[in-house]
C-alpha cells in the first residue's frame, strides 16, 4: 500500500518561499505520478502541479513561473518548492500519487481522486 507523508509547511509573510517534502513509500516511478494538491478553507481541493512517470512537469496556471515540482527518485522523495508566496497560497497542501499507463495518463482530475497524504499546512500573511 503506498504511503505518503508531507512536511515542510508554516507560515511565512508574502514574498517569502517554503519548500514542501514528501517522503513516499512503495510508489514505482514507472507507474505513478505524482504530485500536489491543495485546499483552501471552504474551497474544493485542486490540483497545483505534477510531475509524470517520463519526468514531464504540469502546474496550475495560479502558480506557473513561482513553484517548482521535482523528485528525488533515490531518496524517493517528491518536493515542492514554492517563491514568491502570495497570501491565496494559503492552503493544505497534500501529496498525491496516482497510477498511471499508457492509456490512463495523468491528469488533475485523476490525480484529485489518487492516493493522498494527511497534508501539511501553509499560511501566507499579508
Known amino acids: 500500500q503506498v504511503q505518503l507523508v508531507e512536511s515542510g509547511g508554516g507560515s511565512v509573510q508574502a514574498g517569502g518561499s517554503l519548500r514542501l517534502s514528501c517522503s513516499a513509500s512503495?510508489?514505482?516511478?514507472?507507474?505513478?505520478?505524482m504530485g500536489w494538491l491543495r485546499q483552501a478553507p471552504g474551497e474544493e481541493r485542486d490540483g497545483v502541479a505534477f510531475?509524470?512517470?517520463?519526468?514531464?512537469?504540469t502546474y496550475a496556471d495560479s502558480v506557473k513561473g513561482r513553484f517548482t515540482i521535482s523528485k528525488d527518485n533515490a531518496r524517493n522523495t517528491l518536493y515542492l518548492q514554492m517563491n514568491s508566496l502570495k497570501p491565496e497560497d494559503t492552503a493544505m497542501y497534500y501529496c498525491?500519487?496516482?497510477?498511471?499507463?499508457?492509456?490512463?495518463?495523468?491528469?488533475?482530475?485523476?490525480?484529485?481522486?489518487?492516493?493522498r497524504g494527511q497534508g501539511t499546512q501553509v499560511t501566507v500573511s499579508s
Open positions: 498525491a500519487a496516482l497510477t498511471v499507463s499508457r492509456w490512463y495518463k495523468c491528469r488533475f482530475s485523476r490525480l484529485l481522486f489518487g492516493v
Open positions: 512503495r510508489v514505482t516511478d514507472s507507474t505513478y505520478c
Open positions: 510531475i509524470d512517470t517520463d519526468g514531464s512537469t
